[in-house]
């Protein structure tokens, strides 16, 4: 084997073995890689520069910790906002930055952007993939724009309108519930427990068709979905449990994991009792008679999509949107909803006011039951539930990471890599577009069919205030 005098590098008589010259090329691999990636964070760090950050806690840990949980972090995220309103950025660690966005005109950038430039970032919702796998929420690229397209039947105004009798069924359910415990001497109700059971009925009844009475007698699969929600938003707050092997060995890990397999159990049990009573053949009329007969379900639509090339959708995709729709749709409604009633109950002069709407539409109607075409009608209480959607919204913050950099309105950039929070509660609480944002406000944009409506109401909140920006208000 020959050997080669490694004189020309200092290193005197040493010989080298293929060995030792493999090491020296590994160990030259590494620190060509270890000072790129030193050179792009402080290259990164210097185009960061216009971004305005909050002070540090330290070198160490950066900004970790500089926001607390729950209410008093979300008095934190105003004040900030209050200061920053054009965005910030934090360090999350010594070389992990994030940046704040918190303005409509700058969140729209980002959100402008191809689903293949503005990737969905998966830091926050990893978590959610044992469970959801690719669905829409999960998805990215290729994969979510084709499945996008696939699913958008399913938000058409024909397919939506007949839910409304379901909601109204599910929430008839929940009140009979409530003026049982009323009259049975209970004062004191946790009303999103509550409301929760109502839009996980709800769901599970426009998802699968499946009626499991579970606002009035305990459902394994919608115990499974609420330990599973529960389960999630737990370990979000255990930065130690983001490993995924250690979470695994915990007791909260099995238990994720068990309840997991039921409601796959559940899912892939409807697809393949779909599957037993669908024709071989003429499947689409087979699908568009019981459109006619009956509400088409949230399954039907996914059996019945196909692509551009007419390639339908695989059993497995199909149990991940319809878990991602049973997730994504039942505690974002259902805290959207307890905000609302709490909102209501802060301002009974308010909430009189939406009774006396809601009355006032449904006066000598048999049955008393709000329609489709009733939603439009109802303009004070729309206006009511969408100041509370900014009040409180139930997702706090989305996140993006950017493959190619974002130039913003103002001219700065959003350099490629770094994850951008867009904060949903942030910009519906920044002073510059919100004056005083803890105040009510008038949320509607009024358009010309709504002359005489909205606007007629305006005196009714205590302080009508222009968002600025806002197409038109009345
Ligand atoms: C007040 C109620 C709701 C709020 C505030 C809300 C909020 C959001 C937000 C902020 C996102 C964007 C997530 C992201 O891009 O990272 C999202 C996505 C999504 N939501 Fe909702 N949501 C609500 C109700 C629902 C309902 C009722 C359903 C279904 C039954 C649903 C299904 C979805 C799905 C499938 C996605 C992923 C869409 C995609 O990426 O193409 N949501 N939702």
């Given amino acids: 084997m020959p050997q080669l005098s490694l004189s020309w590098l200092g290193l005197g008589s040493v010989a080298a073995s293929p060995w030792l010259l493999l090491l020296l090329a590994g ?68 070389i992990f930055p994030l940046i704040n966005l918190c303005h409509p005109d700058i969140v729209r950038s980002v959100l402008n952007a191809s689903a293949a430039v503005a990737l969905k970032d998966l830091v926050f919702y990893n978590f959610l993939k044992p469970w959801l796998g690719d669905g829409l929420l999960l998805s990215s690229s290729d994969k979510w724009s084709r499945h996008r397209r696939m699913l958008t039947p399913a938000f058409h105004f024909n397919i939506l309108k007949p839910y409304v009798k379901i909601f109204n069924d599910s929430t008839n359910v ?25 839009t996980l009925d709800t769901l599970q009844k426009c998802v699968f068709s499946f009626d499991s009475n579970c606002q009035e007698k305990p459902s394994e699969y919608i115990a499974a979905i609420l330990e599973l929600s529960a389960l999630v938003a737990k370990r979000n707050e255990q930065p130690l449990l983001h490993m995924d092997f250690l979470y695994q060995l915990t007791p909260d890990g099995q238990r994720f994991r068990k309840a997991c ?51 339908m959708l695989s059993d497995e995709d199909i149990r991940a949107e319809a878990d991602t729709f049973m997730f994504e749709g039942h505690d974002t409604t259902a805290s959207g909803l307890s905000w609302i009633l709490y909102n209501l109950a802060k301002h009974p002069e308010h909430q009189e006011r939406c009774r006396q709407e809601v009355q006032e539409l449904l006066r000598d109607r048999d049955p008393t039951e709000i329609e489709w075409d009733d939603l439009a009608q109802l303009p004070f209480l729309t206006m009511c539930i969408k100041e509370s959607l900014r009040l409180h919204p139930p997702v706090m913050a989305i996140s993006r990471c ?60 205590p302080r009508a205030a222009r968002p600025r920006g806002a197409a038109q208000e009345a």
């Fill in 27 to 94: 160990a030259s691999w590494l620190l060509a890689h270890v000072l790129t990636q030193i050179y792009a964070f402080y290259e990164n760090s210097r185009r960061l520069q216009c971004f305005p950050q909050p002070p540090k806690q330290n070198w160490l840990i950066g900004h970790l910790g500089l926001v607390k949980r729950e209410e008093k972090g979300l008095k934190q995220v105003t004040q900030l906002v209050g200061t920053y309103p054009q965005g910030f950025m934090v360090w999350m660690g010594p």
């Fill in 174 to 198: 929940m009140h009979a519930k409530w003026q049982r415990l009323i009259s049975k001497g209970n004062t004191c109700l946790n009303m999103f427990e509550h409301i929760s059971l109502m």
């Fill in 261 to 311: 397999r039921l409601v796959h159990k559940f899912t892939d049990a409807v697809i393949q009792e779909r599957h037993r009573t669908l024709p071989d053949e003429g499947l689409d009329d087979f699908l568009l008679a019981k459109t006619k007969s009956k509400t088409l379900d949230f399954i039907d639509v996914l059996l019945l999509s196909k692509d551009e090339d007419g390639k």
């Fill in 402 to 461: 950017c493959t190619q950099d974002v130039v913003l309105p103002d001219g700065r950039v959003i350099p490629k890599g770094v994850v951008c929070v867009i904060s949903i509660f942030g910009t519906h609480h920044n002073p510059e577009v919100w004056p005083n944002p803890e105040e009510l406000h008038r949320t509607d944009v009024r358009h010309e069919r709504d002359e005489g409506g909205a606007g007629a109401d305006a005196a009714a909140l």
